[in-house]
């Protein structure tokens, strides 16, 4: 493969041809689900992962997959703007979706990073394939935004790891196949300073997962028990105690999220596709298209869908040509959690008296009540508005940092509330 | 603005930056706050020299652009614009320039030269795409030879100091464009106060203004397109123009939270502040983000430059006059005197708000778009 390194790159709008091309005779219609990403019964959901899985090799089949990753892995080792083509031409088509966030990033990305040469052939073709499903084994019980203060706990025997402790939020977790785990190596040293990443298989003795159920129904998200998990050495990700050197980077790709070069997905998908705006289809079932407040409040969503995409789109071209800060991925989280809790509000307020009760069949508008009781899950994942905020001030605009008490102490000795003892692990 | 300029624009953005800190600096438009014009004798011809009214112009009839998309490299001199509360008819002379380089006859095409080499022209909107159900407010008819325009245009940007008005009005067969001279006999001037005061408006009163017919700009009847056009070049201009002004008020609160201190303590460390320049920022950044679509989608025509245009006002007139206000907040009652500088930023951009479309009004065209009554460009 490696041969192929001076081989001139295809130029982007005969990629495109191509690309249009295939996705017209492979790629069909999107289905129920793909973008909800779970179906309230098990069984459908399982269904679903097999079909991502089976997408996603169509991908690899047809030459598709891994556009912007090397070569060497099993990618394509073209363009941001390659992918961007690619997903521009898929766009109201199905697409893997339940592989693209974080399975491609930030895991692969991570793994690219830092993975070593084994773990990246190991896998990197893996993911490729649809072959291997990843999560995240990152936030905590015992801590949410403060992801460094992590607990779980990661002691060397021998040339493996035993690792306990518990994670959660994991989306996914019970149709995944590997997770990035974050957990701490020293306790003796602060905070950033005692951590280690591990890849981690999700399905093996010692590790529990339980399925925690949202206030929409969804039981989509996970939490983990870890109980004497045994990994080998080979499987650390990054050096040991380096972990957050791993981590830094590991949360910028997830900041970067769906719009990361790595990613494929339908140009459009997460803006209701290609078809009709959400807010327009739930005006028109409650025949409000014509009502000037309605109208008023559509101009409103479609102004923050348009800003949005601009704005990520600034972002994805500054932060890599230096341009802007590398701390800028949180202006984008900021605006993106925000204007989804405004959309999500228009929404219900356009559905109006439809919006509290509803019948299976009463089309784009059954689930307006549900979005908006689930609204400020768009200000959380990810990290909550507040941390971007923060990082905002502090990183990007130079502020004064906030005071904290867990810089420059043994991370055994940072106070973890009341009913945390001070020091669990030797 | 443009993360990334070329090395041409880069030099050109210099130049005009200079020449605003050296004709128009804020110590010295806070004296020409009462001047008729609100510039020095000199200063406009400098910027058309410099290359501001060429952009837009075809290299046929004198003009010439940097990049190729000559709406991109006009937005960097409006951005600036923006940054210093630049006085000048730079919008309406843009608009009517590049009107004019893309139509044919004798007549536009001497007034064009004029233009590049520095006499200023308005537009006087008689008709407004961005409230398309608002009945026109200037009337023009045929009659032999001769054209005759009727009616009122407000505001009218720079009436006072143009050579040259682009009328549009409404004629029976739909909306038509000509140029008239400003001396033309039957034209009233009133001036209009302003909340800005480095720029003057005026209401233009037509009263049986008769033009030859040599003055049509595009067909008689058959403007709407072109004047849709213009509109949208407009509402680049005046975004980019907004952004400029908004990067200015939050630079300068941005160091007035480091350099002044409450209870012993800078305000820039106080979290309930910090956050709000956290939001500030995101809608800054957001703000540069949509103003650069649409200039960039309006210069390629692309398919989605209506929509892009109404997006960039609809967001940039309110969050720019939310940052505005919360920049004035944060200063404290400083923040309320024409004292301190910052007035200059507020008003420039609650003004741009008001012209060419609020933001309500775009959220409407939206709206049109989003339901699909309207192709979207």
Known sequence: MSAEMNEPIEDVEAFRLRARAWIGENMGPPQRGDLVRYYPDDAEELAAVTRDRGLQRRLYDGGFAGICFPRAYGGLGLTPAHQRAFNEELAGREFPSRLTVPTFTPCAAVLLDFGTEEQKLRHIPAILRGDEIWCQLLSEPGGGSDVAGATTSAVQDGDHWVINGSKVWTSGAWWGDYALCLARTNWHVSKHQGLTVFIVKLHQPGLEIGRIERLDGSTESCQEFLTDVRVPDSDRVGDVNEGWVVGTRWMFHERVGHNSPLVTMAAGAFRGGSGEPYVVRIAREGGQLDDPRTRDLIGEARTLDLVGRHLLRRLALGVPSGKLSEHSPAVGRLFGGIAAVRQSTIAFEIAGGAAGTWAEDDGATADVGMRFLMRQAACMGGGTTEISRNVIAERMLGMPREPSMDRNVAFRDVPRGPRQTATTEA | ?377
């Open chain 2, 1 to 377: 603005m443009l993360l990334v300029l070329s090395p041409d624009q880069d030099l050109f953005r210099d130049t005009t930056v200079r020449l605003l800190a050296d004709r128009a600096p804020l110590s010295r438009l806070r004296q020409l706050q009462t001047d008729p014009a609100g510039y020095e004798p000199g200063y406009w011809t400098a910027g058309a020299e410099l290359g501001w009214t060429s952009l837009l112009v075809s290299e046929a009839d004198g003009g010439g652009n940097l990049s190729g998309d000559g709406l991109v490299d006009l937005s960097i001199v409006a951005y600036e614009f923006g940054r210093h509360a630049a006085p000048g008819p730079l919008v309406d002379t843009s608009v009517v320039a590049s009107a004019l380089s893309r139509h044919d006859g004798e007549a536009l095409k001497a007034a064009l030269g004029e233009i590049l080499s520095g006499a200023a022209a308005a537009c006087c909107m008689g008709v407004t795409p961005w409230q398309p159900n608002r009945p026109a407010t200037i009337d023009i008819r045929r009659d032999g030879d001769q054209l005759v325009i009727n009616g009122t245009a407000r505001p009218v940007e720079s009436a006072g100091q143009a050579q040259y008005l682009l009328v549009t009005g409404n004629a029976a067969e739909g909306p038509t464009q000509v140029l008239t001279p400003k001396a033309a006999p039957g034209i009233t001037i009133r001036p209009l106060k302003s909340l800005d005061v480095t720029r003057r408006f005026a209401e233009v009163v037509f009263q049986d203004v008769r033009v030859p017919a040599t003055a049509f700009v595009g067909a008689y009847g058959g403007a709407a397109d072109e004047v849709a056009r213009q509109a949208q070049v407009a509402a680049v201009l005046l975004a980019a123009e907004s952004v400029g002004a908004m990067e200015a008020a939050f630079a300068m609160t941005v160091q007035w939270a480091f350099d002044r201190y409450s209870f012993g303590r800078p305000l820039a460390s106080y979290q309930a502040l910090k956050h709000r320049f956290a939001d500030m920022k995101s809608w800054l950044e957001a703000s540069h983000a949509i103003s650069d679509a649409a200039a960039a989608a309006v210069s390629a025509n692309a398919a989605d430059a209506a929509e892009l245009v109404s997006a960039a006002k609809a967001y940039i007139g309110e969050y720019g006059v939310e940052l505005a206000q919360d920049c004035v907040q944060l200063h404290g009652g400083i923040g309320v005197t024409a004292e301190h500088d910052l007035h200059f930023f507020l008003r420039r951009i609650t003004l741009d708000r008001t012209l060419y479309g609020t933001p309500g009004d775009h959220r409407q065209r939206l709206a049109d778009m989003a339901v699909g009554r309207e192709k979207a460009a």
